[in-house]
């Protein structure tokens, strides 16, 4: 079998994420190093097999992997085809240095809907725009990290707060084309941003970027109908670019912008035949 090597990488502009790193190898072996940042490893084919303090691993397909800042550790193929991964590296904002010994002495995590939720947050940093879904994905998945390492510290309260939803979805209505942080939105309300998105879904049945996304895709409906062309209302009503629309404006309407546009009068013509 060939050597291979496939990587990506890039920064995104989301607080806490210093890395986003996908990779294929088939035999490439990281010799001993050392990371600032926190590593949060998930293997989508194949397995790696590290050593972290003198003790060895491994990463089954059903693991996060949690690696701390600043201890030295290896990695390479555990399986005969290598492996395929996906990588984050994060500062100290969800996870702070007094969490590195529990981390050292407990890097994998057996925990299937926190695996499901990285996955999920991948594929939001893979696309820019969701931001605010990526936000909102990092600080439940670092709140669910740190339930790991240290359960005894976690007292979050899941109880409803309708009037800070309330709240939020005033200030989402108001930043529906500029888009909104939620750091942003949580300073503004003075409100943890867990505790923000928690309480925003237990009202309303459904997330804050869901609900944005779904405003600027009702604005979009409008001005298609209106004759604007695609790439200018994705523009106007606060999508990235054209395709960041269309993805989110499938996902709502099940057609694409440009075919929803071309269906704008089709009724009142056959009405008038």
């Not at 990695?75 to 969490?99: E, I, Q, W």
């Not at 409803?160 to 939803?165: I, K, S, V, Y």
């Amino acid at each position: 079998m060939a050597t291979r090597q496939e990587v990506s990488a890039w920064r995104p502009t989301v607080p806490g994420v210093v890395e986003v790193f996908h990779a294929h190898f088939t035999e490439y072996a990281y010799p001993m190093h050392v990371h600032d940042a926190w590593t949060l490893l998930i293997v989508d084919d194949g397995a790696v097999r590290y050593d972290l303090d003198r003790h060895e691993h491994g990463t089954p397909h059903d693991t996060v992997t949690l690696l701390p800042p600043h201890v030295p550790h290896n990695g390479s193929p555990a399986t005969p085809h290598g492996f395929r991964k996906r990588v984050l590296y994060l500062d100290a904002t969800h996870l702070p240095d007094g969490l590195i010994g529990p981390a050292v002495d407990r890097p994998d995590l057996r925990d299937p809907e926190l695996r499901l939720r990285v996955g999920q947050l991948h594929g939001a940093l893979a696309h820019p725009g969701d931001e605010l879904e990526a936000e909102s994905r990092l600080t439940f998945i670092g709140e669910r990290l740190r339930s790991h390492l240290r359960p005894r510290l976690l007292t979050n309260d899941p109880r409803p707060d309708p009037a800070l939803a309330r709240r939020l979805r005033e200030l989402l209505d108001e930043h529906v084309v500029a888009g909104l942080t939620l750091d942003d939105a949580a300073a503004l309300l003075h409100a943890h941003p867990a505790h923000l998105v928690r309480a925003f879904s237990t009202a309303y049945g459904i997330a804050p970027h869901q609900y944005l996304n779904s405003r600027r895709v009702d604005r979009a409906r409008r001005l298609l109908l209106d004759g604007q062309p695609p790439g200018e209302v994705a523009t106007t009503t606060g999508f990235f670019d054209q395709s960041h629309l269309t993805r989110h404006f499938r996902k709502l309407v099940g057609v694409t912008p440009g075919r929803y546009a071309t269906q704008k009068g089709r009724r009142g013509d056959r009405s008038g035949s």
